[in-house]
């Protein structure tokens, strides 16, 4: 299934590989920083389910099994990169420093976006896969502009590497040479549909017919998501052009909380990778290399339980907006029918109107 | 006051000049809109005086100029998207209705989605199937864009300045049978806002409103008609969303009478959301039902039917005839 093009440097269990085009430059206490993100993501992964199957969420996206191929990209990016994520990236939001509740906004259903996407350099959700990708390619025309020394790094899956938006962005970003990283998580099942549905060749195969390089990493290697992701983003930045990075790694779970994998996919090929986890490899490698201790590892599943508790009160917290604000920022400019609309809910008595 | 005679087609090539002139962070982007100088030449000579990096010629892919306009709007920038005839904007319909519209709203604010969509609009150029078509009203009905048409050179001239400068997007309507007939433009001062609509002629009996190409043909009627006794009012919209209705609820107080011309099909469109508001708001004034003249409900005719399909002189003195017809 992993062909020998896949760049590792890290086995599933946790042994170092000697890789010709890429060494892991991190360390220990570094290494200890991307366990340290990843538990603590998949702590957000877990609390956001239980939110959503106790009526608090509306809907929800797991993350798990691909805590790796985020934060191993997510830890890559400099503070003055953008990014365009889908509603998938948690652990690209927590590595932009976007607050865990502010990414359950969206899934409460009390905003359609949940944070300042220029404080954070995290552009809000897509749920229309693909638009993003060409948004991307359009911020880094603009850096291009400015002349500034910044990449944009911009995230889809298989499912929308079929899309149109995605490989239009191929083509921009190959002619223009913007400065722009493809990330495809390669989580082998849009909803229901497989891989070989989407592609007969691998994905990262298709920048080559665009005119760029592409690089398929074992995506639940942060180690080595983590080298591939920086030295992309570098060439971008020094106007080297795009690169696209296929993650290869598996989504654990079920697309959302509305999906049921059972249906379409076999326990078997599941089992298989849930012995390939992103967490338990490198926490195998830190306690055999680094001699990181029991204690420490505990300290982090505190944090984590401290997160996922402060999450659950600020998430129960989040009331139901005043409805008049769905007029807010509809236009930036004054508009009559939002005139109009505002009126009329103050008339009905629906708001107080205050805004 | 300085007015010069222009062509609309020079008109809105000396308004994106301007613009750029006044800013640099407008952009234009779009197919062969460079050393063509776009297929209409609306660009002509932008990229000789202004550089590749602000006339940008792109691939051909309609989704990718819009998509990117919304990057480059994310990063401070203002693209003039042309869309080469109105039937090619429908590959980029989902960017410009998913993303364009709603990312303002999306990002609480912080996105300011400043860019146009220029697109050359309506037929009476004798073209192929996708040349001639009217999809405003795909666009007038989503919230979070706002759409405007010239039918003047001195509205071209200032209207594509006003739109460059305005903070949400606007998608823009040129009428392409009005690209090669001349007017004054005044190029000292803006004739109106960028939503005001336009009384293009004063009358008593009939207000007739339409937009773009529609207007040199509905005042045509009206000199006719006035030969004939009856006199109409000649409003252009000029704005089509939002709509200038207090303009037009003006006029229609006034006459008691409304007809409406598009070259779109009525089903859904600006003309019959018109007669729906000036319904509503005139209810006591008419003496009439609103009359709708519009293209018919079918697909774009080949072209050398278009004559017949296009709202005529003789189709509007037709329903100005029926409103008169109703008398209380």
């Known amino acids: 299934m992993i062909g020998e093009e896949l760049v590792q440097l890290l086995t599933p269990e946790g042994e170092r590989v000697a890789n010709s085009d890429y060494e892991s430059t991190l360390s220990g206490e570094e290494i200890f920083g991307l366990y340290r993100d990843m538990f603590i993501v998949r702590r957000l992964y877990n609390e956001s389910t239980s939110l959503q199957r106790q009526g608090q969420l509306a809907l929800w996206a797991p993350i798990q099994g691909q805590e790796a191929a985020q934060i191993g990209a997510g830890r890559a990016l400099q503070p003055m990169d953008f990014t365009f ?25 009390t905003s359609n976006g949940g944070w300042d996407p220029q404080k954070y350099r995290h552009s809000v959700p897509a749920i229309v896969l693909g638009n993003q990708v060409l948004n991307a390619v359009g911020y880094a025309m603009g850096i291009q502009r400015d002349g500034a020394e910044e990449a944009v790094m911009t995230f889809f899956g298989d499912g929308a590497s079929s899309q149109g938006d995605v490989l239009e962005a191929f083509v921009w970003a190959s002619s223009f040479q913007t400065p722009v990283v493809f990330f495809c998580q390669n989580n082998q099942w849009g909803i229901s549909t497989p891989m070989s549905t989407q592609s007969k060749i691998p994905l990262y195969h298709r920048a080559h017919g665009f005119g760029f390089p592409g690089v398929r990493v074992d995506g639940n290697d942060v180690l080595a998501v983590y080298e591939v992701s920086k030295r992309a983003l570098e060439n971008a930045r020094v106007g080297g052009g795009p690169t696209l990075i296929e993650a290869y790694t598996y989504r654990l779970g079920a697309h959302t909380t509305s999906d049921d994998p059972t249906r379409y996919r076999i326990d078997a090929e599941v089992e298989v990778w849930k012995h390939r986890d992103p967490i338990e490899r490198v926490k195998s490698l830190l306690v055999r290399e680094y001699h990181v201790k029991t204690a420490k590892f505990d300290e982090v599943t505190h944090e984590a339980e401290a997160m996922a508790t402060q999450l659950r009160e600020d998430v129960l917290a989040m009331d139901r907006p005043d409805p008049i604000t769905m007029f807010d920022n509809a236009y930036a400019a004054p508009h009559p029918l939002i005139d109009e609309g505002r009126r009329e809910m103050i008339e009905l008595g629906v708001s107080g109107g205050s805004h | 006051m300085t007015t010069t005679s222009m062509t609309m087609a020079k008109a809105l090539n000396e308004g994106l000049r301007k613009a750029m002139e006044k800013n640099k962070k407008v952009l234009i982007m779009g197919e062969d809109v460079g050393k063509l100088g776009g297929v209409f030449r609306i660009t002509d000579g932008l990229q000789k005086d202004f550089g590749e990096d602000r006339v940008i010629d792109s691939p ?5 100029i819009v998509g990117t306009a919304v990057g480059l ?24 209705v998913s993303q364009v519209a709603k990312l303002h709203k999306r990002s609480d604010g912080v996105y300011v989605m400043a860019l146009v969509i220029r697109i050359p609009f309506q037929g009476g150029i004798g073209a192929i199937e996708h040349h001639s078509e009217s999809p405003e009203a795909y666009f007038a009905a989503t919230a979070g ?15 594509i300045q006003q739109s460059v400068e305005h903070d949400d997007p606007i998608i823009f309507c040129e009428p392409k049978s009005r690209y ?33 190409a529609s207007i040199k043909t509905i005042l045509r009627a009206a000199d006719t008609a006035a030969v004939e006794g009856t006199s109409l009012e000649v409003v252009d919209a000029r704005s089509l969303a939002p709509l200038d209705i207090d303009t037009m609820v003006k006029s229609v107080e006034k006459t008691g009478r409304l007809v409406v011309v598009q070259e779109a099909p009525h089903m859904a469109s600006i003309g019959s959301e018109m007669v729906a508001e000036l319904s509503e708001r005139c209810f006591y004034s008419l003496r009439a039902p609103g009359m709708r003249v519009s293209g018919y409900h079918v697909p774009y005719p080949p072209t050398r039917l278009e004559e017949d399909y296009r709202p005529t002189v003789d189709r509007i003195l037709d329903a100005v005839d029926r409103a008169m017809a109703y008398d209380s």
């Open chain 1, 85 to 109: 994520p889908t509603y998938r990236e948690h652990g690209i939001a927590w590595c932009r420093g976007v607050p865990p509740k502010d990414m359950l906004r969206l899934f409460r259903a």
């Open chain 2, 73 to 96: 709007a994310i990063r401070g920038y203002r693209t003039v998207c042309e869309i080469q005839f109105d039937g090619f904007v429908y590959p980029a319909f989902d960017q410009i």
């Open chain 2, 60 to 64: 051909l892919a309609e989704s990718a």
């Open chain 2, 145 to 159: 864009l706002r759409v405007v048409s010239c039918s003047t050179p001195n509205d071209a001239y200032w209207m």
């Open chain 2, 180 to 212: 090669w007939e001349k007017g004054e433009v005044d190029t000292d001062n803006p004739p109106a806002g960028l939503f005001d609509a336009a009384v293009r002629r004063e009358g008593t009996d009939v207000t007739v409103i339409g937009y773009g």
